[in-house]
């Protein structure tokens, strides 16, 4: 029996130089047409562009994000509350220029670098201060844990919990870098996250899905769908172990659904 860390290795395998079937469904804007079909709520879209230099700025609202149609992690992501004709940066907690926003969309898109694409879009900022990210690992429509996110400020926070919002504290054989933080707070709307992970896993109908959802104040939105999460952690064995059986055991279902 395969474990986890075997699993995603072996799947990343399977799809390299193709397009995974869960991002032909929900890869970055996509997952937000997938959440509308499946009546979750995403943020608000409020412009598509090839290039950041096409974007009108005085014709946005002053908050907004900017997200790279493609890319990794959050290079490229910029949430922005504009200030005195510049613009802060609530990921850095650091006031930029418009220039300086365009530049460092722009760094990130130079070749050599390539770690998002120069095509974007700018949506709703969610909430401020920005909302916890939790990311949920699901199975066929079951949850194994939760990993919770703290994105904003110079170090970057996060905490386990399982699916009945007990903290996990020894889940992680190495973690390379988010820090574990056990004094983050649990979330407000917590069965409102399990269950719109719970309904689109079963939508999605793929052995391994993890969901990246928002809580706010006006309840929980999604925000990315992950068929390979990056490699920035290593489980203990009774952890890789029970994932990977989770994940067989979802293969083995979906044969037959």
Known sequence: MAGYEEKIIESIKKYKGKIHP?????????????????????????????????????????????????????????????????????????IMTLEEVVMYFMYG????????????????????????????????????????????????????????????????????TYEINNSLPPPEHREEILNTAKLLSKAIRYPFVRFDLYDTPRGVFLGEITPHPGRDIRYTDIWDKKLGQMWEQAERELKYE
């Open 22 to 94: 869960v991002d032909i469904i929900g890869y970055k804007l996509r997952a937000y047409d997938f959440a509308e079909k499946n009546g979750i709520k995403h943020a608000k879209v409020y412009k598509i562009h090839s290039r950041i230099e096409f974007v009108k700025w005085d014709n946005l609202p002053d908050q907004f994000v900017i997200k790279p149609q493609q890319g990794c992690s959050e290079s490229g992501v910029l949430p922005l509350i504009k200030e005195n004709g510049k613009y802060r940066n609530l990921l850095k907690n650091n």
């Open 109 to 176: 898109t130079i070749t050599e670098k390539k770690r998002h694409s120069q095509s974007l879009w700018i949506e709703e900022l969610l909430a401020n201060p920005l909302p916890y990210d939790w990311k949920v690992f699901t199975f066929n429509g079951r949850i194994a844990c939760i990993r919770q996110y703290k994105r904003d400020g110079q170090k970057k926070y996060c905490k386990y919990w399982t699916n009945k919002w007990e903290p996990i504290k020894n889940i992680c054989k190495k973690i390379y």
